[in-house]
């Protein structure tokens, strides 16, 4: 391995491989309270705990069941029967059985919402990654949820997925949203290694090509995440909700790393198909990840990444969101590995040392969904302690190789030593 040259690397220490499979075992502890008698699983609070009326929350559903389907194949106890009422609860009172796909929650709780393409890729990941894992009717999700996915959300003509419909599927929005098909990339990546079918990859390649290299190097990195219909970039969307949870005015540098590690892994795949490799996806990967730390990380004077800058690289949502750390430190690895250069063992360590010392609630469980510039609890963006996917992930791809994806990687037992 390439980072084997470091004889004090991390990614090298068997000391630090145990203390990932310990954090990860600690994080699936902590989220089996999520299960919801309602159906699904549920936001959890800040120690844990459902909200008295909680009602079940459909991309979480989705994230925990594809945890939890993967955490079943590596051993981890009770974990293929939370992976299996999580695709129950997709394939029956989270389903909208009058017009087909998914909403937020329960259908008849939100009947005026629209369907988003960003939910519907985990529907998708989490039907793809419980059929790794054997979990009966997985494939059934699986074949609903790609079905939908293709229909309705693929646009053969753009090569990338539109944003949302109303329910009944009549109105399509304008808007082109960067979230929804970097995560839609991840999703394709995957179904790749799954069904050994080399049309995802070719979409992943699409969409990167899209919505990374025809903007991001004309813009020295900072990337762009909102487009008009015709894929102009809109930065000046949502200027007045700089804290969305989901689609923020300016730029997310978390993203921007995010972004850089696909890149790697879309690469990885490619090559490993025998398929053209463009040789701008580890430099573009490099930008990324290099312009999002020079304009997030520590850039209003204490440590962390900012969540958003403008687009003079002003700070704009000082928050410290968790998965943006945790992106970022996923990426630095997966840097390291690609390239076996030093500073990107520096910046992985310096992530997992904030990480360490600022958002692992020790006390209560979990982590801290985001902290303010003082590094106390902050509630702007998120609240409670909802999401067990990304820094789960974080203490997975550590250890796996670039190629395959997560799924089947930890199918075939490829974490490293």
């Known amino acids: 391995m390439l980072f084997a040259q470091f004889s004090q690397s991390w990614l090298s220490q068997e000391y630090h491989h145990h203390w990932l499979e310990d954090q990860g075992r600690q994080l699936l502890a902590f989220y089996k309270r999520a299960r919801c008698e309602r159906g699904g699983f549920t936001a959890l609070d800040d120690k844990g705990y459902q909200a008295e009326e909680s009602q079940p929350d459909t991309m979480q559903t989705a994230r925990m069941t594809h945890c939890f389907a993967l955490a079943s194949l590596q051993g981890e106890p009770g974990a293929a029967e939370l992976a299996q009422w999580g695709v129950d ?12 796909g998914w909403l937020s929650t329960l259908p008849e709780k939100v009947a005026d919402e629209r369907k988003a393409s960003y939910l519907h890729v985990f529907v998708t990941l989490a039907g793809c990654s419980a059929s790794l ?21 693929w646009m053969a003509d753009e090569e990338a997925l539109c944003e949302s419909y109303t329910r009944d599927w009549k109105d ?36 990167v090509d899209k919505v990374i290299h025809q903007h991001a190097p ?15 970039e ?7 909700k700089p804290t969305d949870s989901f689609h923020p005015y300016g730029v997310t540098p978390g993203h921007a790393s995010e972004w850089a590690r696909l890149l790697l892994h879309l690469e990885a795949a490619l090559q490993a198909a025998g398929e053209p490799v463009p040789e701008w996806l580890l430099t573009d990967a490099k930008g990324l990840f290099h312009a999002g730390m020079a304009h997030g990380w520590h850039v209003d004077g204490t440590p962390g990444i900012v969540y958003t800058h403008d687009w003079e690289g002003k700070p704009v949502a000082h928050s410290r969101v968790h998965w943006t750390l945790a992106e970022s430190c996923g990426t630095a690895a997966s840097l390291l590995k690609r390239t076996g250069e030093q500073v990107y063992e520096e910046w992985y360590r310096r992530l997992w040392d904030y990480i360490g010392c600022y958002l692992i609630d020790t006390q209560n469980g979990s982590w801290w969904q985001e902290l303010d510039p003082q590094q106390h609890p902050s509630t702007e963006i998120w609240s409670g302690k909802p999401d067990l996917y990304h820094a789960w992930q974080l203490t997975q791809i550590s250890r796996l190789p670039l190629t395959p ?13």
């Open 89 to 100: 609860s997709l394939l029956g009172v989270l389903k909208d059985t009058q017009h087909g």
């Open 218 to 232: 004309a813009n020295n990195y900072f990337l762009a995440e909102h487009f008009h219909e015709d894929w102009q």
């Open 133 to 153: 894992a054997g979990i009966p009717r997985a494939d059934e999700l699986y074949q609903q949820a790609v079905e939908t996915l293709e229909t309705h959300f």
């Open 172 to 207: 399509r929005e304008a808007y082109r949203g960067g979230n929804s098909n970097m995560h839609c990339t991840e999703l394709f990546l995957q179904l790749a290694d799954f069904t050994e079918n080399p049309l995802w990859r070719a979409r992943a390649l699409a969409i």
């Open 405 to 417: 994806m997560i799924g089947l990687s930890i199918k075939h037992g490829h974490h490293q030593r």
């Open 234 to 240: 809109w930065h000046d969307y949502n200027k007045d």
